[in-house]
């Protein structure tokens, strides 16, 4: 998986199998016009690379020139095609082969006809490395095609997303997979990194601890642990920006998760609201908050009982586990309305044997995959 801009891409076609693809074009088209000297025209800027992989491949005599012309922004087409580079001269009696990198919805090549209508050539052919046939018009014959793809948004091999990934040699797709995002919250002895680990394999997602995040990043200096740290030095809460952004690095550090469970984080709907703003900046969303419930009574026995083994002064004294229930119920609690006027809060018992409270999990997960 690569990230380009605010964009994940998984691989598509080797290098091996597009290099097969411009043989196989480059073969057929010599067998064509063995008794001519074509001109070869490329359309810039993608066809850079398929256009020079394909003359080392052409071993017959031949001529190359380029016009420029675009029609994309970002993902999409704009379906204005601009003309940036003219057709070549001269022309009249010859047989030019237009040499495209991908031919999809089919409006640049409309206006490719257009700019030789008048040029008086022998024969104008046209050969696209990839063709889309699922979106082609069919308005004008493709006389060559290397190969036929899917209609996903593709970069590599000269083809870009913003202006990046043409010099991959590679091409790849972008990554429309499904993403599983959750929100896992629970009051102090709830069970929730217990069940995060068993989650986090079942579905190859990214547990991202808060805890285990601050931890890291004041452990080995980092500029935002450093920050973090200055506020907790100065006995101030660390603000919502400086977690969020902690949070950002551990997502883009973890760019092949089929997903992220987020644990202790957000705490408040201030929290949340930033949590989503920063995730729908790439195009995600948390898809589900499940809240593991327990009865105050059995969650306050399980935290004394792990304060023998753990050391944890909160966890040996029952009026401070008592306090930070009130202090979740006061701050965290009300995340379930938030949640829930989006329709994505679940509560799951989490009182059992840890593998029931596992399958509980997953029923409500597998409902959003």
Known sequence: ???????????????????????????????????????????????????????????EPCEVSFVKLSSYQGLTSTGIVE??????????????????????????????????????????????LFYKPEVYNGEYNIDYVGLEIPNKFIVGYGLDYRELGRNLKEVYQLNE?????????????????????????????????????FRYNIKNGTELGKLAKSYMDNGDLVPDEVTINMLKAEVEKNTDAAGFIFDGFPRTTTQAEALDHFLESRDMQIHATIALEAEDDILVARLLERGKDSGRSDDQDEAKIRNRFDEY?????????????????????????????????????????
């Open 1 to 59: 998986m690569i990230q380009l801009h605010d964009k994940y891409f998984k691989p598509f076609l080797s290098q091996e199998q597009i290099l097969g693809a411009v043989h196989k074009m480059a073969s057929q088209i010599a067998a064509d016009l063995k008794n001519e000297v074509p001109i070869f025209v490329g359309v810039l800027n993608g066809s850079f690379m398929f256009v020079a992989d394909f003359l080392k491949a052409y071993e």
């Open 177 to 213: 997979d499904h993403m599983i995002n959750l929100v896992l919250f629970g009051k102090p002895g709830a069970g929730k990194g217990t069940q995060a680990g068993f989650l986090k394999e079942k579905y190859n997602l990214k547990h991202i601890s808060t805890g285990d995040v």
């Open 329 to 369: 119920n006061a701050k965290t609690a009300p995340l379930k309305e938030y949640y829930s006027a989006q329709d994505k809060f679940y509560a799951v018992n989490g009182i059992g044997e840890i593998t029931e409270i596992t399958q509980r999990l997953a029923k409500v997960i597998d409902r959003l995959a």
């Open 83 to 128: 003309t940036l580079l003219d057709v070549p001269e001269n022309l009249e009696g010859k047989t030019v082969v237009i040499l495209e990198d991908i031919i999809d919805t089919g409006r640049t090549l409309k206006q490719l006809v257009n700019l030789f209508a008048n040029s008086k050539v022998k024969e104008f052919k046209i050969a696209s």
